[in-house]
């Protein structure tokens, strides 16, 4: 079977639907490939938070920021290490297009905000219910309304070229049959990352192989890494690979409710009791962190009140509940009785509550100077969420410009192919920061929208 269009998108995530969107938006005569039976990759499974400085809710509550803020929270997060020109063009577009998503594509977003950390002000923004479901859902409906078809359970497995280096299509599989699909202006690459991929990131880099479990779908597997770099794409910061330090001991899965923390009503502790590390550091760091601790876990404080405040049990009751079956997580009326459950030292967790509790008082973390505004605790019932890292983004990817188009390892551009999302690499350096992703897939993803139209 053949199908002939203008625009290809390969990955029906946030980054391709809304690369497609645009395109079609742009005249463009546009068909999506999806390998899995349902749209959304990772964007799906993701809380949705999207960072976008000097927003509606910050403007609301008198917070100040900006996109040279932004940036430098960028640039820090990842060691200095992302291409200054991509980050920048995410930190200038990022409001932007939250407001694509908001008036066009008629995403709703609560009326307020999380802290993620690494990130210097309160920016990033919640979609309905705190999932990416809202995302992709309006993404989806969206697209339908173009008239753009998308292709489930099609997987692309080869980039096809003309003599002249220019990409024209791709070859795919629907159901063991191969279809070949032409693209007269070319391809967009919008397959995600390969964090479901354990042979692929110890290939990459040998610690983060298979001694860890994933956050991710299993659809992350790098297809369109391998792909690319097969037709001479550059491949760069592949070894920089993220592991989110508050998943499921059992599945990998990322716990939601543990968002308790980016509330800033929770703390980290270790089997002793103690605290190890600022709850609003980095994801790296605080992953590296707790590896280093008692049973390579670590466990998540919080009070009745955070509990109620945050609403974790209400919007995510369905993880809550199950976490408490497993016995992954306890609610105790008494911080002991807490304690006990996971037999963590209740003296010394009680001194660490205390010595908390008189920082709130004093406004300034003595021991780890946690951002934001501290707020001690108070009555019970105490809960308790035992937690460890699992893979959940990889940085590195695939070099394009600032037009979002492949670069060639010999630094050239390649014809009629681009690309946007996790795929590409360089933008986030060593370390992406909380809700930047959602971010970085909707500016590159109009991008590459764009571009491909011209
Ligand atoms: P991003 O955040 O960059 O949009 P996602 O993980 O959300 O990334 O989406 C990537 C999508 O691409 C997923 O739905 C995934 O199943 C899909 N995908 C990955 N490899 C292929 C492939 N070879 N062919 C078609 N779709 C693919």
Same mark, same amino acid.
């Given at each position: ?10 990955? *029906? %995530? =946030?980054?391709? #639907? ?5 395109? $079609?938006?742009?005249?463009?005569? +546009?068909?999506?490939? &999806?390998?899995?039976?349902? *749209? %959304? =990759?990772?964007? #799906? ?5 999207? $960072?976008?400085?000097?927003?509606? +809710?910050?403007?609301? &509550? ?393």
């Amino acid at each position: 079977e053949k199908y002939d269009a203008d625009v290809i998108v390969i990955g *029906a %995530g =946030g980054a391709g #639907l809304t690369a497609a969107i645009t395109a $079609a938006e742009n005249g463009m005569n +546009v068909i999506v490939l &999806e390998k899995m039976p349902m *749209a %959304g =990759g990772n964007t #799906l499974i993701s809380g949705g938070e999207y $960072a976008a400085p000097e927003n509606w +809710v910050q403007e609301k &509550e008198a917070l100040e920021d900006s996109a040279d803020l932004f940036y430098g929270d960028i640039m820090k997060g990842g060691d200095e290490e992302s291409d200054p020109a991509l980050a920048r063009i995410l930190a200038d577009k990022a409001l932007d297009g939250a407001k694509w998503l908001r008036d066009e594509v008629g995403m709703i977003f609560e009326d307020y905000m999380l802290f993620f950390g690494g990130h210097s002000v309160e920016r990033s923004l919640v979609p309905k219910n705190a999932t990416g479901y809202e995302m992709i859902h309006k993404l989806t409906e969206k697209l339908k309304e173009t008239g753009s078809p998308l292709h489930l359970e099609t997987k692309a497995t080869e980039l096809i070229m003309d003599e002249n280096g220019r990409v024209t299509g791709v070859k795919a599989e629907y159901h063991g049959q191969v279809i070949e699909y032409t693209a007269k202006k070319g391809v967009i690459m919008a397959s995600g990352g390969f964090g479901y991929n354990k042979e692929m990131r110890a290939q990459y880099n040998e610690e983060m192989g298979e001694g860890y479990l994933s956050t991710n779908s299993v659809g992350s597997m790098g297809d369109g890494l391998v792909m690319a770099e097969k037709i001479g794409a550059s491949l760069v910061d592949m070894s920089f690979i993220q592991a989110y330090p508050t998943c499921d001991t059992q599945s990998g899965a990322l716990l939601y409710v543990g968002d308790v923390r980016m509330e800033g009503r929770s703390i980290l502790v270790n089997k002793e009791g103690k605290r190890f590390v600022e709850e609003l550091e980095r994801r790296d760091v605080i992953s590296k962190a707790v590896l280093q601790q008692t049973g390579s876990v670590s466990y998540m404080f919080w009070d009745a009140s955070a509990m109620e405040d945050s609403g974790m049990d209400v919007k995510h009751a369905a993880e809550y509940n199950g976490l408490i079956a497993r016995k992954q997580l306890v609610k105790a009326d008494t911080l002991e009785e807490a304690a006990a459950f996971f037999e963590i030292d209740a003296e010394e967790l009680k001194k660490t509550v205390e010595n908390y509790n008189q920082y709130a008082k004093d406004g300034k973390d003595l021991e780890f100077n946690k951002r934001g505004k501290l707020v001690p605790f108070g009555e019970g019932p105490y809960y308790i969420m035992v937690s460890k890292p699992a893979i959940h983004h990889t940085m590195g990817g695939i070099k394009i410009n600032t037009e979002a188009q492949v670069v060639s390892t010999e630094g050239k551009v390649i014809e009629g192919l681009f690309a946007a999302g996790e795929v590409v690499g360089d933008i986030h350096g060593t370390n992406r920061l909380g809700s930047n992703a959602i971010a970085d897939i909707t500016v590159f993803g109009r991008i590459a929208g764009e571009s491909i139209s011209k």
